[in-house]
């Protein structure tokens, strides 16, 4: 019992040191570092709008799919443990950013980045994914190689001032300074569900031409990384324009006064579309060559001393087709300056009764007018009688008021009127004004419903 006794004041004694050594441990403040997650909408911000400046001294992607798009700037890890053979030497004190095309990934290597004393570490919120529908993604040179040569892009644009230097194979002139066609105007129309390059000599107007596709809801585009320096150091191939213009450009104000304002008579043979987009709309009179190589097939038994006219939707395409007719013999060529968009922004286009039909159906059109004497002879489903000389109301009165950016369609039963009545609603400032090729004889003889 003696000895129970003097073993209870050592036990108080080590149980109040414990106690006093605890709070003094709850006392000391606790120093937790983290990561900050960034959204992708300012981090697009940060990196694109002003391009030449990143706050991140280093981006680290930590996926296995670098290749198959990444953000600007980008470095590839390969994976966390990749990241982690990089840390030595890194200023811990400068900004990071890491992402990867997951959540668990991404955030294995911001902490890993934190856990070795980096303070100023941050994370793609929803990775990779909430990039691409922000913005574009880059690629390196050999992947668009790749890319190129399986033929997954549907149109390259080349923003640069140096596209007669020499650009990418099938590359278009997307610099209206340049020569070529303002890229704003080369995409409309175009399909923004297919995949698309843009590049430059250097990082913003690229990223900036980029973006602009993205913005205008394209879904593949990318931007080569490096931009045409790194193609050229890779050792791919280039074009050079042909040195020698045998063709003449035409203006598209020109052509419209040759081609509408006096319908009977057209100083062309022939006029060749050698874009994809034909039936979404083209020039009057134009046939149909689809392509470059396509056009190159209807050159045997035309008369080369005769007048031609080629045009497409961009400046190579229309460039190639008309050298290609000048270097077969053909004396007389000329190409649509400005292409496509130039007589779009002066004229209607015109659309075969098929497409019409097609655009009928899906309600496409605001209004229908017809400008022939014979509307109650028969007339398109839906159509408007606009010739005042029989019962009608005079197109110039049908259109007042009428929504300018709404889509419409003129017809007669002759060129010459409708193509006057297109014309007159495109000088009233209509954006959107088709009128149908071979006029009301063609919807006939398709076998197409007509009202009487």
């Known amino acids: 019992m003696k000895n129970a006794f003097k073993t209870i004041p050592m036990m108080l004694a080590v149980s109040l040191f414990l106690l006093s050594a605890c709070d003094k441990d709850d006392d000391d403040p606790i120093v937790e570092t983290t990561y900050t997650d960034v959204m992708s909408t300012p981090l697009k911000s940060d990196l694109v709008d002003d391009a030449s400046i990143t706050p991140y001294e280093a981006i680290f992607d930590v996926s296995p799919a670098y290749d198959q798009g990444h953000l600007p700037f980008a470095t590839n890890t390969g994976g966390v443990d990749g990241l982690e053979n990089m840390l030595d030497g890194l200023d811990k004190n400068r ?109 913003g107007p690229a990223m900036a031409g980029a973006q602009l596709m993205e913005d205008a809801g394209f879904e593949n585009v990318y931007r080569l990384e490096g931009n045409f320096g790194a193609w050229v150091n890779a050792g791919y191939d280039v074009e050079t324009p042909t040195t020698e213009k045998l063709y003449t450009d035409v203006m598209a104000g020109q052509l419209k006064s040759e081609l509408v304002d006096d319908a009977s008579i057209s100083p062309y043979d022939a006029i060749f579309d050698v874009s994809p987009y034909y039936a979404q709309g083209h020039l009057p009179f134009a046939t149909n060559a689809g392509s470059v ?160």
């Open 95 to 203: 900004s990071y950013l890491v992402y990867c095309h997951s959540d668990a990934p991404s955030i294995a290597g911001a902490e890993l980045l934190v856990e070795n004393g980096f303070s100023n570490v941050h994370r793609l919120q929803g990775n990779y994914g909430a990039w691409d529908d922000v913005s574009f993604v880059d690629i390196a040179a050999a992947v668009v190689k790749a890319k190129i040569d399986a033929g997954d892009f549907e149109a390259i644009f080349d923003v640069s001032p140096h596209f007669s230097e020499g650009h990418l194979p099938g590359a278009m002139n997307a610099n209206a300074s340049a020569g070529g066609t303002d890229l704003s105007e080369l995409i409309a129309g175009m399909d923004n569900s297919k995949t698309y390059l843009v590049y430059c000599h250097a990082d």
């Open 293 to 452: 190589e396509g056009l190159g097939t209807m050159l045997d038994g035309l008369d080369k001393n005769l007048k031609y006219l080629v045009y497409c939707h961009a400046d190579g395409p229309s460039i190639a087709g008309a050298q290609l007719m000048a270097e077969n013999g053909f004396t007389n060529v000329y190409r649509l300056e400005g292409n496509y968009g130039a007589w779009d922004n002066v004229s209607f286009a015109d659309i075969a009764a098929a497409d019409a039909k097609t655009k009928i159906e899906a309600g496409d059109f605001k209004a229908i007018f017809d400008v022939s004497p014979y509307f109650s002879d028969g007339h398109l489903p839906g159509a408007t009688n606009a010739n005042a000389g029989a019962g009608g109301t005079s197109l110039s009165e049908l259109i007042a008021g009428m929504d300018k950016t709404k889509s419409y369609l003129v017809y007669c039963h002759a060129d010459s009127p409708a193509m006057a009545g297109a014309q007159l609603m495109e000088d009233a400032g209509f954006e959107n004004v088709y009128r149908l090729e071979g006029n009301y004889g063609a919807w006939k003889d398709a076998g197409y419903d007509v009202e009487k």
